[in-house]
């Protein structure tokens, strides 16, 4: 079935450097942009990045800017989000989630998401 | 940036009531406002893209409309599955941004 898969949070100390992965399954990955969106503990949504289905145009939350990458390896169906510089308050849960259109540009709603992986950054 | 204002923030609902959840952008964003809802524990679901299209699978108690800057979420008799919190996006302009967020919760 069709089914995000994320991968790679854990603790760390502020300051250090961290690497979610999002495995893609039962779905065309190259098709579609792909975001990152991200929840703080009891907190609302928070859209993170985002980059198109071939990976050339990405953007960014003026709050990660400079410190995120997002990526993407087509022919492995996986999506990246590189964090450094991380900040107490990139504290939350990470979401992988897909572009509901198929094809070209970005934005047009998310259709699929993950389950999450937790990123904690504490001293 | 473009901010989203939700409204109400809570609401304390009974079976079969009809709710209806508001969300004002600050600038008008076209059609690129969706909404989502996500319950306790959960991942985000998308219910309603482009102010009103349903997404494949939602209830037909659940319709979105608006424009401009002024768009609402209602669900038409309410069930307790639909506990949840509800959030809007706009996808009009970078960077994105989402509501805070509505949380209904049962009487």
């Not at chain 1, 900040?87 to 047009?108: F, H, Q």
């Not at chain 2, 809570?10 to 600050?26: D, G, H, L, M």
Request: charged letters at 15%.
């Amino acid at each position: 079935q069709v089914q995000l898969v994320e991968s790679g949070g854990g603790v760390v100390q502020p300051g250090r450097s961290l690497r979610l992965s999002c495995a893609a399954s039962g779905l065309t990955f190259s098709g579609n942009a792909m975001n990152w969106v991200r929840q703080a503990p009891g907190q609302g949504l928070e859209w993170v990045a985002v980059t198109s289905r071939d990976g050339r145009d990405k953007y960014y939350a003026d709050s990660v800017k400079g410190r995120f990458t997002i990526s993407r390896d087509n022919s492995r169906n996986a999506l990246y989000l590189q964090m450094n510089s991380l900040r107490v308050e990139d504290t939350a849960i990470y979401y992988c989630a897909r572009d509901s259109y198929s094809g070209p540009g970005m934005g047009y709603g998310m259709d699929v998401w993950g389950q999450g992986t937790t990123v904690t950054v504490s001293s | 940036e473009i901010v989203l204002t939700q409204s109400p923030d809570f609401q304390s609902v009974t079976p079969n009531e009809k709710v209806t959840i508001t969300c004002r952008a600050s600038q008008s964003i076209g059609s690129s406002l969706h909404w989502y809802q996500q319950k306790p524990n959960q991942s985000p679901k998308l219910l309603i893209k482009y102010i009103s299209e349903s997404f494949s699978g939602v209830p037909s108690r659940f319709s979105g409309s608006g424009s401009g800057t002024d768009f609402t979420l209602t669900i038409n008799s309410l069930e307790g599955e639909d506990v949840a919190t509800y959030y809007c996006q706009q996808t009009s302009s970078l960077p994105y941004t989402f509501g805070r967020g509505t949380k209904l919760e049962i009487k």
